[in-house]
């Protein structure tokens, strides 16, 4: 594991693995390397899905699905590192249904369960993974081989994923839509989309970027932005949510902003399942009625 050791010494702290130096050679092959762990990670169960608490007046009503990999040398690698090369490698396909999959069946126990019934969650999904021929036949497999309800799921899709071919995902996401999935649009304000897609395309939700969220209160331009997007979700009809809220003061000037829901460390980090759900039993209280 010569190469895996090179691509572990790099490693930048506990959570982060630097691997695209581009002064080193080696690096290269420690692309290769980390392609080839993630291949034999997904045949080994090594990925993990984790959830982040999305929260709307005090109460939680549903979860962000965040993946995770445990390496079994080099501890938790971030998505931030293997998602773009799981898209390069095409691995992000099988990755991709496993994730959809995952997240169905916990959506299922979910709504066995009264206390945690009316959660919805959120499902990040890559342009390349979305772009695949059967993307809908696969997210409504995931759905019937669980019992999932539609409108519980959410995807979020990236700026650069809906301008990729704009009619092929017009087109997909109206065929989920029929069958309740919601859709989010993900990091919004950091791409390129024009408002004029904005309005084709068939969304539910706007979810400012956590770079416009982080220095909201210090940063006048910042907090135009964020005032911004909640003005063009209402205006269009849409939700907006916040990502990235840290302190006491950025969710007060998002509410003050009318801003409602968000999610965020003030809250909660990303959560094994059984430490999300106890979560949302202490926050919520055992008695939320069903939905
Ligand atoms: P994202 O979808 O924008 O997710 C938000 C990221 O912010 C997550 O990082 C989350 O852990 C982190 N975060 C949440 N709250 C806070 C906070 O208060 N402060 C700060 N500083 N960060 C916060 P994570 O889990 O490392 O994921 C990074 C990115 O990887 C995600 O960005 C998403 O684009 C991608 N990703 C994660 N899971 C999946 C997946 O299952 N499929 C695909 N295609 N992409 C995924
Ligand atoms: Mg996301
Ligand atoms: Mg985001
Ligand atoms: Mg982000």
Not at 64 to 85: C, D, K, N, V, Y
Not at 135 to 147: H, I, K, R, S, Y
Not at 205 to 227: E, G, H, M
Not at 236 to 244: F, K, N, P, Q, T
Request: hydrophobic share 45%; glycine share 8%.
């Amino acid at each position: 594991r010569a190469d895996l050791a090179m691509y572990q010494a790099k490693s930048a702290g506990r959570d982060t693995l630097r691997f695209y130096d581009p002064q080193m050679q080696a690096a290269v092959s420690a692309r290769a390397a980390m392609e080839q762990d993630l291949r034999a990670g997904l045949a080994q169960g090594q990925f993990e899905l984790y959830y982040q608490a999305q929260t709307e007046q005090g109460r939680i009503t549903g979860a962000e699905a965040l993946l995770r990999w445990r390496h079994p040398q080099g501890g938790f690698i971030s998505p931030a590192q293997f998602i773009p090369l799981a898209e390069e490698s095409g691995l992000i396909l099988p990755l991709g249904e496993w994730v959809l999959k995952t997240a169905c069946e916990r959506l299922a126990l979910w709504a066995a369960q009264p206390g945690l019934a009316p959660l919805s969650l959120a499902v990040n999904v890559s342009p390349r993974q979305f772009h695949q021929a059967d993307f809908v036949p696969q997210v409504l497999a995931a759905l019937a081989g669980t019992g999932a309800e539609g409108h519980l799921l959410k995807l979020e899709l990236t700026e650069g994923l809906l301008l990729d071919d704009v009619e092929d995902t017009i087109e997909k996401m109206g065929q989920l839509r029929a069958y309740g999935v919601g859709f989010s649009l993900d990091d919004f304000g950091t791409g390129y989309s024009s408002l004029a897609y904005l309005k084709r395309l068939p969304l539910d939700q706007l979810k400012i970027d956590q770079s416009f969220v982080r220095d909201v209160l210090t940063d006048p331009n910042d907090a135009a932005i964020a005032r911004t997007v909640v003005a063009l979700a209402t205006s269009l009809g849409l939700r907006v949510i916040a990502e990235g809220v840290e302190t006491e003061a950025q969710r007060e000037f998002l509410a003050r902003n009318h801003c409602h829901a968000w999610q965020g460390f003030l809250l909660s980090p990303p959560l094994p399942a059984a430490e999300f759900e106890a979560l949302v039993l202490h926050t919520n209280g055992p008695d939320l009625p069903q939905t």
